[in-house]
């Protein structure tokens, strides 16, 4: 069993910067691909980011590239998401994922966290 818990959302204003935070515990984190989705209100849950076990493998969706940068910290166990150039269109949900592949599609994950909320004020 894995235990992912979020951390770091908040109210931003646009144009502005977050880094969100997801430290998986109870197995190995190396042994993880790792994922973040987010979810707005009235939506779908939709992929943003994901990193492969070793680290060699990411991918982002386009509404996010070259605004977010996913990585991981194998000495701290510790996923990030550094989200820069907010938009409100950003404001969700949002939700790190542990899995097997580091795919866009939730079913490829196993386990998730609680989720984080960040909110983008124009």
């Known amino acids: 069993q894995v235990q992912l818990v979020e951390s770091g959302g908040g109210l931003v204003q646009a144009g502005g910067s977050l880094r969100l935070s997801c430290a998986p515990s109870?197995?190995?984190?190396?042994?993880?691909?790792m994922g973040w989705f987010r979810q707005a209100p009235g939506k779908e849950r939709e992929f943003v980011a994901a990193i492969s076990y070793r680290g060699g493998s990411i991918n982002y969706a386009d509404s996010v590239k070259g605004r977010f940068t996913i990585s991981r910290d194998y000495a701290k166990s510790t996923v990030y998401l550094q989200m820069n150039s907010l938009k409100p269109e950003d404001t969700a949900v949002y939700y790190c994922?542990?899995?097997?592949?580091?795919?866009?599609?939730?079913?490829?994950?196993?386990?998730w966290g609680q989720g984080t909320q960040v909110t983008v004020s124009s």
């Open positions: 994922a542990a899995g097997t592949y580091a795919g866009r599609w939730p079913k490829l994950y196993d386990y």
């Open positions: 109870g197995r190995n984190f190396s042994d993880y691909a």
